[in-house]
Every structure is written in C-alpha cells, then in structure tokens.
C-alpha cells in the first residue's frame, strides 16, 4: 500500500496546476467575451492572440 | 431592420460627438485615451469583423475590441489629436452606437473574488474527497492519520481564502446585533474544522474537514449564481441608450463656445441647443424656434412648440430647430434633479423587503445553534464525555447547514432570470422576482409603455404612393416624430427618386422643398397651405399635408398606437384576478380612449407626485402594487411601488430604477414575468419544505450520534442536488395562474 503514496503528491500537484492554469485564465481575461471567442474562430485575420497591451504594461 | 446591413434608418447624427467622447473617455496609458462605446445592435461573428475593421481603419485609433457577450467596443486612441469620429463611422457602418460611462475601477471586482474562491474550494474539496474515500473504505490507521494531516494542509487555507466571504458577512451581521445565514454555516465550519484538527492530532478515527469544505463549496455555488444573474442584468440594463445629456455648449462673455459637462453649469449661463440634443437643464428660450419631445418627461405624446420666452424642462429633446436658451436652474434643481429626490424620498418611505432566504434564516439559524447547543448539553449530562458531545453537536450543525437555503433560492432565481433573460427581460435582482410574485394590481404608465410613444402613419395602403415616397424624401430632412413615421411608412415602397435643390425647416410649421421652379411643403396644414383659399378644410390637428405648388397633394394622420399584445396581455391580467389600471400624465382626451380600448379605469393628467400618492394609497389599502413606466415622471412612482417594470425605451433614471426592464416590444412581458415570478415562489417553498423534510430525517440521526463524515458527506450532495433538480423544473413562460376564487372567470380557451 505505501509504495504508491508518491501517487498523492503527483494528484495533487496535477490538481494544483490546473488551478493555477484556471486563475491566470481568470485573469487575463479569457471569460470576458466567450460569445465572441466562438465567432472569431471563423475570421482568419484575427489567428493572433490578442492582448490587452497598454494597459498590462502600464498598470503594474 | 437587418443586423449589418448599411444603415436603413436615416441618419440622425448628432452635431458634433467629439467634446463628448472626450469627456467619456479615460487616459489608460501615456497618450492613449480608452471610449467604450455600447453597440446593442452587435449580434454575429460578421457585426464584430465589420466594427472592428470600421474603427481601426481611422487614424489615431490604436485598437478597437469587439465585446460580443456584453455588445460594447473598446477602442484606444491617441490622445494628441481630437477624438476620431468613432460614432459617425459605426453609423456609416449601420449600428447605432452610444458612449458608455466609463466607471472608476474594476467593474467586477467582487465577481471574480467569488469565481476564484469557489474555484479553490472546489479544487480543495475535491482532493479532500479522494483522500476521505480511501479513509471511508477502511484504511489502515496510520494511513489514516497520514490522510487526515494531509487533508487538514489542503483545508486550512482553503477555509481561510474561500471562507472569508462567509466570515466578513456573519462578522458584519453580529456586529449588527443581527443574524443572517452566513452566522451558523460560518460557526459550523470553523467548529467542524477545529475539532477535525484536534481530533487528528489525537489520532481520532473521524474527521470533518471533508463536509466543512464541500458546504462552502456548494454554498459558493449559490452565492456566485446570484451574483451573475446580478451582474449581467445591471450590465445589459446600462448599456442601453443615455439619454440624459452629458454636457452642454456653453456660450461664453467673448463670444466663444466652450463644452462643459452638465454638472458644472451655473444659473445665467447661455447655451447653444442644437435640434437633436436634450435640454440639459431647466432653461428659458431666447432666441430660436423650435419643438420639443416630452413623451420621456410628461407623458404628452405630441410634440410641445417652443418660442422665445418658452419654458423648457431638463431632459426634453430638441426635434426641430436651434435654441439659444438661457439656464434658470442648477442641474441640482432641475426637473431631473427634483425626481431624484422624489424618488429618494419614495424609497424612505416604502417598508424594506426582507429576502425569502434572509427571513427563513432569522427563523432558522436560532434553532439551528439551539438544537446543537441542546445536542451538547444532553450527550454531556448524559455521558460526561466533553469530546462525544462536542462532536455530536458538530454533526448536528453541519449536517443542518442551510444547502437547502444557501443553494436553492438562488438556484430558482437563476432559473427564472434565464427563461426571463430568453423572453427579453431583464431582472435586477432575485429580491425583485420575490416581490414581483406578491403583486395583485397592475399600474401603467400610457406614452411608450401602453403605447409605443411614436405615431405611426395611419392608412398609408390606401394612399398614392408616389405621394408617401415624396413626402418622406421630404421628411427625412427632419427629426419631428410625424417625420420619422412618414420615413418609416415608405421604407416599404419603391424608394422616389424626387431630388430636393432646397430644403429648409421652419420650427414648429414643417419643411420646405424647393425642385427646380416647383415648391413642395410638408407641415401643419394651415401653414403649408396658407396661400391655398381651401386652407379651412383640415380633418384633425393632428394631420399633416403635402403641398406642391399650389395644390394639396396628400394628408397624412398619425396616431400613437398601442404595444404589440397589450390587449392580450391586459385582459390576461385581468382573468388572473390582478387589478389594472392606466394612470398617465398626459391630457384625458388622449388617455381616455386607450383606456376604453383596453376596458380599463384611467386616471389622466397626473403629475408625478400624483403618482406617488396614487401607488401609496394602493399599498396603503393593502394592495401590493406592480408600476410600469418609462418616463422621468414615473421614475418616483417606480421606487415607490412594490415592484417596478420598465421597458428599454424609457429614460435611463427610470431604467436604473425598475426592478425588471423589457428589452422587446410586446407588453406580453408583464404578464409572462409575472408568472414567472409566481412559478419561481412556488419552486422556492417545495424547495424550503425539502430542506425541513431532509432536517426531520438528518437531525435525528445526528443527534443520536450517528453521523460519520461519510454519512455527512452523503446527505449533502443528496439534498444539494435534490434542490438543484427542483429548480431546473421551472418552465418558460406561461399564462399566469389565476388566484384563488378567480377561476369562475377565466376559462382557457381550447
């Protein structure tokens, strides 16, 4: 039984990623416009991540 | 109207936005300005790629973003040079666009606060959980030890970031000397906690730390759901149209125009009022001619003439000509200031309504805290054993925890405000649903609420069509709400290909054309035909005719007509057993044939504070009324009322001040929130009676000390879901459920 304890740091290093993965999404804005996210999948000048330039640069 | 297709109405542009985009806007960077401008005409993947391409496309613009999910842009522009004509170009490019208001800072600051404790609630009460089952299936006891210590690492600061929430929330109510929800579910999981944390250090068999963290992630869920039904109504409800005027041309000593925000004009001050523009605060005409529209102000449906010495009141639009006018009051002390204070005065005086959840809570959490504390004397007295008893009462709290309370009113009102949301209507609160499910009268507002608040041609198929093609070419040169009806009336037609060489407009008379040798004029027939020796033979002043050169050539009437369904929609009510009633500020020639239209009692000419004390002594006779309204004279009248429904059009005080707003153009939308308030209660009290039904059964079983925390866990999640499901079964909009003893007049028809 205990030679698979190292599972549990492996899970919850996974689970902690994932939150992380989920806050930085939260907060670079990835949930401001998800009905435009669908539609702009369908133009092809707009592949280019966009990003909020001046005021990330400027507000830190 | 097509959804990108160039601009099919005529373009009303207004005299030069640039002074207000600038004072709209924000300095977000070093020479970058931010405009957000609302485009509530965006609606597809086509509408973001044409703004976009429109906005970037000028110069000085730095980006331009399309927000589909809240239908604003927001462009950055270089601040060096003038603001780029950002609401022409999107006119160009068929929306209509308006400033939005920048607020001061982050917008939903509380939102995400709640969105990332939920998020690590949910990931600790999931790690907790894995590590739990393997405790329940019988491990060994030092694993479980092991198991225990690692669940109480990942709780400890789960608690402390996502239940601080709860914690500030009970905190404030005590300090308060009240009790809210958040009391018992912020001692229970602190206490679940703490003798958790003992008990591992004692190398006990139970912990709770699992149960503790999962009620604050299920209670998470219901606090975030309500806040987003919030968010997005106060959202959608701000990005319709302003209508108050944000600044003003201010004429100055030397002779020079300066714009100044409304705020900063003084008594005396002289300002150039443009046709298009509202009057922005209470002022005297001095020179100039023109109309003015106070459907939005007074109620009156016909555009009032304005001269020199004319008394104008903030807020009304200026249709037809420029006004030199001077200010005779503060905007403080202007009309639109004077409902303000009106309205806070109303909201003094109606009795605060208690939330469902807030009074089931005071009712519930005393017995709640009482049970466990007799819990806890009972096992003691009985046994002596300070740590059994400690934790049977524990069990007990938990296990009553409100899920039941915390999840499912919101759970319901989130229900609601969808299939509301999906008819066009938009809630502000789940407190407003409540109370609008209470009410049993019914008073309207006539212009733009009954009424659409724009006539509309009458009788136009039976007319010569060449003739309605050149009187909107005509018209289309005008703002008068007659003028836009006739442009309306031909969009239709065969577009005329009658080409003007003139064109001029006489304030308060009509519009005058002139086409090679021929004279064309369009306006009040006993100016247009003034030369004409049959100029007597008018049918109506509210008529307007054709003329060209010496001849007429058509009549035109206009009438105000009633909302789609708004006799559908009244006499549902009135089957329902809902008293209705019109009370309106306009003259009783024009409310009363409405009124019989629909078989309504009225009550015309009222003023605002008319309507206050209207609704007062309704409620005072025990009647709990629901307002619908769109004008400023009913903004007081809404706060007043024990609910208040606006539609899109009204003016924005009232917008802000309504509890629900209906964005389409059936007055259908009454009776259908109505119902669906009515359907939300009852979800509500099958909701409230599970969650007793499920304390019958959990209590005991707690108080016997039979609750591990795997039997916790169940019961939660069970009764959790079970509430959730029952919220779920709320349907879209139906006919209003008749009160008891109204069946005997309401039978459906097949």
Known sequence: ?60 | MGCCGPGAELALLAPDAGEEVLLASRVVADGVRQTDLSVPTIHCGACIRTIEKALGGLAGVESARVNLSTRRVTVRWHSDRSPPPFLETLKQAGFEAHLFDIEPHDRNGELSELIRALAVAGFAASNIMLLSVSVWSGAESETRDLFHWLSAIIALPALAYSGRIFFRSAWKALRHRRTNMDVPISIGVLLAFSMSLYDTTQHGPYAYFDASISLLFFLLIGRTLDHMMRERARLAVKGLAKLAARGARVLQADGKQVYLPVSEIAIGMTIMLAAGERVPVDATVTKGASELDASLVSGEQTPVPATVGSLLRAGTLNLTGPLTIVATATPDNSFLGEMVRMMEAAEEGRSVYRRIADRAASLYAPVVHLTALFALAGWLLATGDLHRALTIAIAVLIITCPCALGLAVPMVQVVAARRLFESGIMVKDGGALERLAEIDTVVFDKTGTLTLGRPRLIGSGSMDPKAIGVAAALASHSRHPYSRALVEAAADLPPSRSMFDEVSEHPGYGLEARSGVVTYRLGRPEWALASLADAGRTSGDESVVLYKDGSRLAEFHFEDFLRANATTAVTELMNAGILVQVVSGDLEAVVAPIARQLGIPFFAAVLPAGKIAHIMALEASGRKVLMVGDGLNDSPALVAAHASMAPATAADIGRNAADLVFLRESLSAVPQAISVARHARRLVRQNFALAIAYNLVAVPVAIMGYVTPLVAAATMSASSMLVVANALRLRSPRKIAPLAGAEAQLRPRP
């Open chain 1, 1 to 60: 039984m205990k030679e698979y304890f190292y599972l549990i740091p492996i899970a919850f290093g996974i689970g902690l990623i994932a939150l992380a993965a989920f806050m930085w999404s939260l907060k670079n804005g990835q949930y401001d416009d998800l009905d435009g996210a669908a539609e702009r999948i369908l133009h092809d000048e707009t592949d280019a991540p966009i990003r909020k330039t001046s005021r990330q640069v400027h507000n830190r």
